[in-house]
């Protein structure tokens, strides 16, 4: 169950497959040409749907470093959220 | 900045500012990695809310909406206070006992002075019954959304586990009554006879009751606790308002339905369905 896989605050998974494709990638040239050439492909067949169509593979060099700034989220709040309850019952304690 | 996986590959994010429900797609997104450093009232606030937040829409996925607030659906509601509150007591003496037992003692004495807070809020719900015209032995029938939640508190309290979860079953709860202000009492008051005085259990449990300074107690207890304990907690009032939103697999009981369930225990002369 996913709960439980990231009860530790970690979605391991992620992180170990991609290692993964940057052993392959640090090993071999034509493992490296090919995900530089069709990452969506690779990275699916490495168990990681990136769930879009668009995926850009950038190499660090001894002079440029990559950062990604990941998409920003949506907000949530309670006041909002509590509207969609579809149970019929109060909070008590 | 404090954030927490809550499952399925979501994170909830917050500042002293906002709460965001994130999903890490990048391998290299940094909310992969759990949270460490301290917390501070404010935004183990918004954690916690966000949690709560991300848990309500998770659970209402699917649902649908109960009918309209009637008198009759109001003593069902009821039936949900009672089986909600008469666990309370017992259940937080066990977690002060099992918290004491780990050496935790300002969490036991959390346990401990919550425990005397809500000793007898049953019997709210009962007097609010009781003015509708409805005998306690209605209490019997099983409220399956009550049911669930006290299920989990009572696993929360009596597992293996140092029972953390105790700790975001209450703030949860208590956050959730928060949202029903003076307007939604008033909401309650309008499908009940004139006069009528059966509202207490639900004055307590709102914004007009003790449940506003519970909350921000609640939240500067888990501001002191380590990052993995506030990451569970987190995850904890996810799953615990996950529970509350959820339509019953058994889906609503409409007026007729709960009339009929009602009737042993509903005397004549009350006769104050809606």
């Excluded at chain 2, 590959?9 to 990695?33: K, Q, S, Y």
């Excluded at chain 2, 209402?60 to 109001?74: C, D, E, F, N, Q």
């Excluded at chain 2, 029903?180 to 059966?198: E, Q």
Aim: charged residues 20%; contains cysteine; aromatic residues 6%.
């Amino acid at each position: 169950m996913a709960d439980e896989e990231t009860t530790e605050g970690v979605d391991k998974s992620v992180i170990d497959k991609w290692m993964q494709i940057v052993r392959a990638a640090w090993e071999s040239d034509s493992f490296k040409k090919m995900l530089l050439d069709n990452p969506v492909g690779v990275l699916q067949a490495a168990g990681m749907d990136p769930g879009v169509a668009n995926v850009q593979i950038h190499e660090d060099t001894a002079t440029t470093r990559h950062f990604v700034l990941p998409a920003k989220p949506g907000d949530v709040g309670v006041d909002e959220a509590h509207q969609s309850l579809m149970s019929d019952a109060n909070p008590g304690f | 900045m404090e954030w927490a996986a809550i499952g399925g590959g979501a994170v909830v994010v917050a500042t002293e500012a906002r709460g965001w429900l994130h999903h890490p797609a990048n391998p290299m997104d940094p909310f992969h990695f759990p949270m460490k450093g301290p917390g501070t009232p404010a935004t183990t606030g918004r954690l916690l809310d966000a949690a709560i937040a991300a848990g309500l829409t998770a659970g209402a996925v699917g649902g649908t909406p109960p009918p309209p607030l009637t008198a009759t659906r109001w003593a069902w509601r009821l039936v949900g206070y009672y089986h909600l509150t008469h666990s309370t007591p017992a259940l937080l003496v066990e977690t002060a006992r099992r918290f004491d037992a780990a050496g935790r003692p300002a969490l036991a004495a959390w346990a401990t002075e919550k425990a005397a807070d809500e000793t007898a809020h049953d019997r709210l719900a009962l007097r609010d019954l009781d003015e509708l015209g409805y005998d306690a032995g209605v209490t019997s029938l099983r409220h399956p959304t009550a049911v669930a939640m006290v299920d989990w508190f009572r696993a929360a309290a009596e597992g293996d586990a140092l029972p953390l979860g105790v700790i975001a079953y209450a703030h949860t709860v208590e956050r959730l009554a928060l949202t029903l202000d003076a307007a939604a009492v008033d909401a309650v008051r309008a499908v009940l006879p004139p006069g009528s005085r059966a509202i207490r259990c639900l004055r307590v449990h709102s914004a007009i009751g003790s449940d506003v300074s519970h909350v921000s107690d609640n939240i500067r207890l888990v501001a002191t606790l380590p990052a993995a304990e506030r990451a569970a907690i987190a995850l904890a009032c996810r799953r615990v308002a996950g529970l509350f939103s959820r339509t019953p697999d058994e889906g609503h009981l409409d007026d007729a339905a709960l009339a009929a369930l009602f009737r042993p225990w509903r005397r004549s002369h009350g006769g104050q369905d809606g």
